[in-house]
């Protein structure tokens, strides 16, 4: 199982960009699907997160700028940055809590895209 992310990049703040997350793999079921950040020397916090029946959760500092979306049928999770700020730069990583066939569930990374918002 691998998750693929991409979208990261440099943007001027109050600008916008999408990230996105393939999971591949022998995948049975996708359950919570998540996007996490995290600065050098930092922890790595929970930005935003949704479940399989569509229920989303957001850090209170993303709320009413980011929306995190997901396509079942494509095993992919989305996220919609929007109003960026130069605080929003950080390395994203995804993550997805997976039950491989015949397996039991396991959470997994995907690598992490930069983000970087100059003011």
């Known amino acids: 199982v691998q998750l693929q992310a991409s979208g990261g990049g440099l943007v001027q703040a109050g600008g916008s960009l999408r990230l996105s997350c393939a999971a591949s793999g022998s995948i049975d079921i996708i359950g919570i699907m998540a996007w996490y950040r995290q600065i050098p020397g930092m922890q790595r916090d929970l930005v935003a997160s949704v479940s399989s029946n569509y229920v989303t959760n957001y850090a209170d500092s993303v709320k009413g700028r980011f929306t995190i979306s997901r396509d079942n049928s494509e095993k992919t999770v989305y996220l919609q940055m929007n109003s960026l700020k130069p605080d929003d730069s950080a390395v994203y990583y995804c993550?997805?809590?997976?039950?491989?066939?015949?397996?039991?569930?396991?959470?997994?990374w995907g690598q992490g895209t930069q983000v970087t918002v100059s003011s």
């Open positions: 993550h997805a809590a997976i039950q491989r066939i015949g397996g039991r569930f396991y959470g997994y």
